[in-house]
């Protein structure tokens, strides 16, 4: 832990802490004297998240994902309005069709790998809300290829439906992992699974080698028969 803080990577901080508090929750479970101080055990867990929330809040709105989150919605949200716009202006069925497999819907998306190439036609309303986060960068700001965020761009490329699927699977996955949550291994493998989860909100481990296999592995281990021992 102490070289992890070291590090000074808010989100692998951010990990060990989920994971660490959820495994020592878990295991305060099992004890013989939860049932009695439950209420008050899981009212100081309420207070300590929105006192940890008022905290975070600030930051997170002064950090760059915050304009780069709205944008994403922001074009999610305007496929609609687009795709309604090629309706009203084309004619022919054959136009109509290709431009809307080329638009998509928030129904479906825009379609895998299409966040790095079609994020670029929004990107110069972000150059002032980056320039004013970091004033210390340069006129020259990267095309940002992924939304710090997995489940945006769930949402983004695969849309609503997409998003359904992949909350429905994740849901069943934690579910299962839940019942193996009596036993030490049991507890310990959901709880990195509640760290890989949160960290999914705030980053891209998916798509990063290293961390896409860990996630694979937990996923793989949770959906397995509950563990002994």
Not at 26 to 54: A, C, D, E, N, Y
Request: net charge positive; glycine share 8%.
């Amino acid at each position: 832990m102490l070289a992890i803080f070291l590090t000074r990577f808010r989100g692998a901080e951010l990990a060990s802490c989920a994971s660490l508090g959820c495994y020592a929750y878990l295991r305060m479970r099992q004890m013989s004297w939860f049932p009695k101080w439950s209420v008050i055990l899981h009212s100081g867990i309420v207070g300590i998240f929105l006192l940890t929330s008022w905290h975070i809040f600030p930051m997170l709105r002064a950090d760059e994902r915050w304009p780069l989150w709205s944008e994403t919605i922001h074009q999610w949200k305007s496929q609609k309005s687009e795709l309604e716009w090629i309706r009203r202006e084309d004619t022919s069925s054959s136009t109509l069709r290709s431009s809307t497999m080329k638009v998509g819907s928030t129904l479906l998306g825009y379609g895998l790998e299409s966040f790095r190439d079609r994020f670029k036609s929004g990107f110069n309303s972000l150059q002032d809300s980056f320039k004013r986060l970091q004033g210390h960068v340069g006129s020259y700001l990267p095309t940002p290829h992924h939304p710090h965020n997995e489940w945006l761009l769930l949402l983004y490329e695969l849309g609503i439906l997409g998003f359904s699927l992949a909350f429905l699977m994740v849901t069943s996955t934690l579910r299962r992992g839940w019942q193996g949550t009596q036993t030490i291994l049991g507890a310990s493998w959901f709880s990195c699974a509640m760290a890989f989860l949160l960290i999914s909100f705030i980053y891209f481990p998916l798509h990063l080698a290293p961390q896409a296999w860990q996630g694979m592995t937990i996923w793989a281990v949770l959906e397995a028969q509950p563990l002994e021992g």
